[in-house]
DNA sequence: GGACTTGT
DNA sequence: GGTTCGAC
DNA sequence: GTCGAACCGTACAAGTCC
């Protein structure tokens, strides 16, 4: 079932093109296919099949080529090479409260900030105040926001965890170096919110599983990777560890 | 008071 | 970017 | 059928800045 990610990718082009301040038509274009592919209850691949696609409201030519690619070849290359447009972390600033598209472009611009590490550095040295459009009231709004963004990131719920996780397991689960595959942590206890998701692997090469685990469609970034050992963060910005015993 | 941004 | 609608 | 133009979800509250 792509139609999660997709529908999360067409509202991440229009968060970008609403930054560069795209035409605003075409943004509400990708965020009224995003909303109706969300509620599809038919899985996005047949409709691709049955050159279907078009039916889906909002979703015409453009967004129907796109979308077959994705199904395709689980990317889009107009949404890559859009992404790059942007620096990485930038698309993160969105996801404070209080802090919209226009916001985190004066940020950058002004400040040449590009993720919420550079924007809690300015705060720190003081150098939000004084930028035209935000003063201290702004920025006390903005410290609230991060904080709320932390408590609330630290830890997802069961359901968010389990669509991330089940990515990794029918990645490594095709390998055929794989005896067994479990999770572990909170996860497996199926605790209401977890932080991070434990993978354990059974397996007699244990470097195949690990350079496959970190080589799973939307890692973002490698924190550690090891002979056994492995950890990283999705795309989802979920960390997710994967251990490999013999 | 008016303009603008975010969020619903 | 999608859709509707009239002209051709 | 297809080409192009015009239009596209509306309305609003709240908060901040000027």
Redesign the pocket.
């Known amino acids: 079932m792509k139609n999660l990610e997709i529908s999360r990718i067409f509202r991440e082009?229009a968060d970008i093109?609403?930054i560069k301040g795209d035409?605003?038509?075409?943004i509400?274009?990708?965020q009224?296919?995003a909303q109706n592919i969300e509620g599809l209850t038919e899985d996005l691949e047949s409709y691709a099949e049955g050159e279907r696609l078009?039916e889906?409201?909002?979703?015409?030519?453009?967004?129907?080529?796109?979308i077959k690619e994705f199904v395709q070849t689980g990317d889009i290359k107009?949404y890559q090479k859009l992404k790059k447009s942007l620096p990485p972390g930038l698309l993160n600033l969105?996801d404070?409260?209080?802090?919209?598209?226009?916001?985190?472009?004066?940020l950058y611009d002004k400040l040449k900030i590009k993720s919420i590490a550079d924007l809690e550095r300015a705060i720190r040295s003081n150098k939000l105040?004084g930028?035209?459009?935000?003063?201290?009231?702004?920025?006390?709004?903005i410290i609230k926001?991060i904080e709320l963004l932390k408590r609330g990131k630290e830890r997802m719920i069961l359901a968010e965890a389990d669509s991330v996780a089940s990515k990794f397991l029918q990645a490594l689960g095709k390998l055929p170096q794989v005896k067994k595959i479990c999770f572990a942590g909170s996860l497996r206890r199926q605790k209401e919110t977890v932080r991070d998701i434990d993978i354990l692997v059974s397996s007699s090469q244990p470097q195949k599983v690990i350079e496959a685990f970190t080589r799973v469609r939307g890692v973002k970034q490698i924190l550690a990777k090891g002979p056994t050992k492995s950890s990283l963060r999705t795309d989802e910005d979920v960390q997710v560890d994967c251990r490999v015993v013999p």
Do not use: H, M, S, W
């Open positions: 082009i093109l609403e035409n605003p038509f075409r509400r274009a990708y009224r296919a078009r889906i409201p909002g979703v015409g030519e453009d967004l129907a080529n796109k107009a969105l404070i409260p209080t802090i919209g598209p226009k916001t985190a472009k004066l105040k930028i035209f459009g935000i003063k201290e009231k702004t920025v006390e709004n926001g």
